[in-house]
């Protein structure tokens, strides 16, 4: 069910001094009828990204005259976006990185679109589910607890280097989950194979360059996660293959060792995408979770936006994935509870919740924004009245170069509450 009745805040919340977006696109000395350099920068991200929204409308074979309606969709945000860099404060701005996807949003419902994202994430569901069992035993297979919860974290990252939404703001998809796998095996964006981590295959590096041009010369759409399964690569060595610590915001360290202490007593998690994000990055983590006793909330989009999981879906997986007994690979989901969070965008602003989940999330001990839409570009620096845990991957250079750090790094980012 969609959730009704009025927005709250998450109880949690420290509200004083709380702003939902991270990064300022303009200060109160800006002038408010010119842009600045960061709404333009912002304003031609999302630009960018309005073919491929147009292409993957288009192919939406649940709405009549697709075609037509996602060309309507095309031009009317591309007008939106040209009003707001002549006047910041017309379509109710000034923009922000809320703003601008609430508008997005806005758009496509009104030209007919609810889940332009749907097939795909049926597909790479289905394909993360194959492997949830794999994933899990070898998490279970690591003994020291230290090393098992790092494991677990590094498969938070390894999930979210399938999103699908992050690369919609590019030209090309594929293109960039190819672009971004090379990344990630460089400790710096550089040129050169003397730059390679070492170890690094350069005969693996020329065959996914191969299979990278073979695939975008078919113009068909491959998963990622798929590519690794052909090519022997399995989801855990990409768990190792992230960029090398340390990263730019990497407070992992810090998270163990009170994972150690098993502190936490109930937990509420701001999940993100669809497949192998959800089902092999963060259902890992949240069943290891519940083994050491604690409640785990998943909190969800009540409305679909771009590749994330909603409410509903996550309902649907969980019911895949428990058995006859109701357990998740022998673990007891009693304290494990799903929640419409009430958003229907890729970030979240944590005054504006449903009413259910403020319920639920009342008395919790942690707060997880996975994902770079609510963990970095909205969230950051919010402030809890418990501990909290921001975890994603840097996947828009603009988010890369305002925290110091290189496209594709790794962003955790824990604080311990202080009576």
Not at 54 to 59: C, L, M, N
Not at 139 to 148: L, P
Not at 384 to 408: N, P
Request: hydrophobic residues 40%; proline residues 4%.
């Amino acid at each position: 069910m969609e959730s009704s009745g009025e927005m709250v805040a998450l109880p949690v919340l420290l509200e004083s001094n709380y702003r939902a977006c991270t990064i300022p696109y303009r200060f109160p000395s800006d002038n408010p009828k010119k842009p600045t350099p960061t709404e333009l920068s912002w304003i031609n991200l999302f630009s960018n990204s309005i073919h491929s929204f147009r292409k993957r409308a288009e192919s939406d074979d649940t709405v009549p005259d697709a075609p037509a309606r996602a060309e309507k969709f095309a031009q009317r945000y591309a007008e939106i976006l040209e009003d707001l860099k002549r006047d910041p404060e017309s379509h109710g701005g000034p923009p922000d990185c809320i703003h601008l996807c609430q508008l997005r949003e806005q758009v496509l419902r009104e030209v007919g679109f609810r889940d332009i994202f749907k097939k795909v994430k049926d597909e790479e569901n289905v394909k993360a589910l194959s492997l949830f069992q794999e994933v899990v035993s070898l998490n279970d297979a690591i003994e020291d607890e230290a090393k098992r919860a790092e494991n677990l974290i590094r498969g938070i990252f390894a999930g979210n280097i399938f999103d699908l939404g992050s690369a919609q703001s590019n030209s090309s998809l594929l293109e960039k989950k190819f672009l971004g796998l090379l990344l990630l095996q460089r400790p710096r964006v550089i040129s050169g194979d003397d730059h390679l981590q070492p170890g690094f295959n350069k005969i693996f590096l020329n065959r996914i360059i191969g299979m990278y041009f073979i695939n975008y010369r078919r113009s068909s759409f491959t998963s990622l996660a798929e590519l690794f399964a052909k090519d022997g690569m399995s989801f855990q060595a990409s768990c190792q293959n992230l960029v090398p610590r340390p990263w730019v915001i990497d407070d992992l360290d810090k998270f163990i060792s009170k994972w150690g202490r098993k502190s936490w007593k109930k937990v509420v998690i701001f999940v993100d995408n669809s497949g192998a994000d959800i089902i092999l990055g963060i259902l890992p983590f949240a069943r290891e979770l519940l083994r050491r006793g604690v409640q785990v909330i998943l909190a969800a989009n009540d409305l679909p936006s771009i590749n994330d999981i909603t409410y509903t879906e996550l309902i649907e997986i969980m019911a895949k994935l428990k058995d006859e007994n109701g357990k998740l690979l022998g673990v007891d989901t009693s304290n494990l509870f799903i929640a419409n969070s009430g958003n229907d965008l890729p970030v979240i602003d944590l005054s504006r919740i449903s009413q259910e989940l403020a319920y639920l999330a009342s008395d919790v001990d942690l707060v997880i924004l996975e994902g770079m839409g609510r963990g970095l570009e909205t969230n950051l620096y919010a402030q809890f009245k418990c501990d909290s845990m921001k975890i994603a991957m840097v996947k828009h250079q603009e988010v890369a170069e305002f925290l110091g750090g290189r496209l594709y790094d790794c962003v955790i980012k824990y604080n311990e509450f202080q009576n």
